[in-house]
């Protein structure tokens, strides 16, 4: 009798001290009720309660689990403990309308965190619910005042949206939304299939519009280049003939130079012996012409120039001048 007594006292202690030590792990925290209403919320570490007076009070949690296949599932229980860190919710593919009116199904992940653990118990009955409704709901208001192409590319936009509308609404739960996300957009096959026949016909234009302007840019550089290459040659010419214009000029002036100075010279030499320069030269000038005159084949001369008497004289004056003997007569040959 007196070991029953005993063990019931070391049962009894140990439900006491069980009931009266309470251990929170870090990042997790209790709602503590003293005889049904609010007492405290307990910090990480050892907490002393009062026994059977002090009791915490249990929430829905929602976990997710992997099954023996790989697979997460999610499951809902009610705990005591209320977990601090960020949760992640990976809520089902739901089916939405877009403004366009055309259905879609769509998934989200949403990234929440309990900053008030007091709000998380009282202000709401089951928290994971609410908040996975309340996504829904949302995120078919959102989508709904888009089209499907703005939806598919607008993914950034749905998220800010989405998670400006959940942080405030949940503010009020104690539960803070740091990120939301959307996993998959699907449209229906048929809209898939126009989709891709219209990414293809884009795709195709695209192709035909850079085809045309590579063409045109290489015409409009292949004309540039006939251009200037047509350029660059008048210019070569036009420089070339200027250049040769040019040296023609300096010779018929060096020729031209060289000949008066000869002229001089001789004229120089003519006057020193007595004899009359003018004569000479066109004497000179009457044997070039005489020479042209019978140097071609079959040219034949049966006359005299008009002036011969002059000419005689020329030839006197040339002969003077080069002293060759007295100067002809007129009349003499």
């Not at 290459?229 to 003939?241: F, H, L, M």
Request: aromatic share 6%.
């Amino acid at each position: 009798m007196s070991v029953i007594v005993l063990v019931l006292v070391v049962l009894f202690v140990v439900a006491i001290a069980r009931s009266a030590l309470i251990i929170i792990q870090q990042s997790e925290t209790a709602v503590i009720e003293r005889l049904g209403s609010y007492h405290r919320t307990l910090e990480p570490g050892i907490n002393l309660l009062v026994p059977f007076v002090d009791v915490a009070r249990e929430v829905v949690w929602r976990y997710a689990l992997d099954d023996a296949r790989g697979k997460s599932r999610y499951v809902t229980n009610r705990v005591s403990r209320i977990d601090l860190r960020e949760t992640v919710f990976d809520f089902p593919q739901q089916s939405v309308i877009t403004r366009d009116n055309v259905p879609a199904n769509i998934s989200a992940i949403l990234y929440f965190q309990v900053t008030d653990a007091k709000k998380a118990v009282y202000e709401i009955a089951n928290l994971p619910d609410a908040i996975e409704k309340l996504t829904q709901t949302s995120l078919r208001n959102v989508i709904g005042e888009m089209d499907l192409d703005e939806t598919l590319t607008s993914r950034d936009i749905i998220n800010s949206k989405l998670k400006a509308i959940l942080d405030q609404a949940t503010m009020k739960w104690g539960v803070k939304v740091n990120r939301v996300e959307l996993q998959e957009v699907s449209p229906p096959a048929e809209i898939k299939g126009a989709m891709e026949k219209q990414m293809r016909a884009e795709r195709d234009r695209r192709a035909s519009i850079l085809e045309a302007e590579g063409q045109k840019a290489s015409r409009i550089l292949e004309s540039e280049g006939i251009r200037e290459s047509q350029v660059n040659q008048a210019e070569g010419d036009k420089r070339a003939r200027i250049l040769a214009a040019e040296a023609e000029a300096e010779a018929r002036l060096k020729v031209a130079e060289a000949e008066a100075q000869a002229i001089q010279r001789l004229a120089m030499q003519i006057q020193a012996i007595g004899g009359d320069a003018t004569q000479y030269l066109v004497a000179m000038r009457y044997l070039d012409t005489l020479r042209e005159m019978v140097s071609g084949q079959g040219n034949k001369v049966v006359y005299l120039p008009y002036e011969a008497s002059a000419l005689m004289t020329s030839l006197s004056a040339l002969g003077s001048a080069f002293g060759g003997g007295a100067p002809l007569r007129d009349g003499q040959a």
